[in-house]
């Protein structure tokens, strides 16, 4: 999909037309995270709640929240929620990104369990294609966050030396 540049930020009278703070940030991410979760991207690692078996664990096992702070040393980041979210530092929100990348499935193959509207439970996962539909998510909320020098590749972030980079990496890797 093409991003259409609306009339105030054409016009450079939106304050956000150029870029976006942490709190817009924090914002945008939850929502993104939100769609990739509904859609059964982090199933693989995460697991899922059913009807009939409870907490099925994912690879991560049964308790994602020490999983989180095993891999980050960071405390209080789990569950992902508006709350917890919106309490981030730069720091967490950047560690918990890519824990997420390191973290993320495209589900490929399941069945619906359509016992009390219980959801799809996934067998078959792509990291590979996981990971670039994360890319393609994330990559355009940070090109617009504080001076649009962070994005996702291929394993970690890469904060730019120069915007020129920046461009310069857009028109290899577009996002």
């Given amino acids: ?41 982090f199933q693989q690692s995460f697991g899922y709640n059913c009807t009939d078996a409870g907490d099925v664990p994912g690879t991560l096992g049964p308790d994602v929240e020490s999983a989180m702070f ?30 997420l990348f390191d973290s993320v499935s495209k589900p490929v193959d399941g069945y619906y369990h ?30 617009i966050y504080g001076d649009g020098l962070f994005c996702l590749r291929m394993e970690r972030f890469s904060q730019a030396l120069s915007k020129a980079w920046l461009s310069s990496w857009k028109q290899i890797y577009p996002v």
């Fill in 70 to 99: 095993l891999a980050l040393r960071r405390e209080n980041l789990w569950p992902l929620s508006d709350e917890n979210v919106d309490s981030y530092s730069e720091e967490d929100l950047f560690d918990v990104i890519e824990f």
């Fill in 114 to 143: 359509s016992w009390n509207d219980c959801g799809t439970h996934y067998s078959t996962f792509n990291e590979a294609e996981g990971r670039e539909k994360y890319r393609s998510v994330l990559n355009p909320l940070l090109a």
């Fill in 1 to 41: 999909m093409t991003t259409r540049q609306y009339y105030s930020v054409r016009t450079d009278r939106n304050p956000h037309s150029a870029h976006i703070d942490l709190r817009a940030l924090k914002r945008l991410f939850i929502t993104a995270y939100k769609q990739l979760w509904e859609d059964g991207y």
